[in-house]
Structure formats: structure tokens, C-alpha cells
């Protein structure tokens, strides 16, 4: 690793923290989804 190559580093790693919070917050959505449907009584 290059000294200069901070900037980058630290764009990967908001990158790497927004992928995070995108998986949770998909996560979240499918299991709010399949909760809502079970409580419809639909298929799962």
C-alpha cells in the first residue's frame, strides 16, 4: 500500500459500510415482507 492511497482507502471503506447498511436494510425489507404475509395468511 502506497502512503497517498488514504483517499482511497477511505472511500472503500464508506463504500464497504454503505453496502452494509443497504444488506441490512434489504434484509430487514424480505423479513417485514414474509412477516406480513404470514400474518395475511398468504403462502409464505
Given at each position: ?7 482511497d482507502?477511505g472511500?472503500s471503506?464508506s463504500?464497504v459500510?454503505?453496502?452494509?447498511v ?10 417485514a ?5 404470514a ?6
Amino acid at each position: 500500500m502506497r502512503a497517498h492511497s488514504d483517499d482511497d482507502a477511505g472511500r472503500s471503506e464508506s463504500a464497504v459500510r454503505a453496502l452494509r447498511v443497504l444488506k441490512l436494510l434489504l434484509t430487514v425489507l424480505v423479513l417485514a415482507l414474509t412477516l406480513a404475509r404470514a400474518l395475511a395468511g398468504g403462502p409464505l
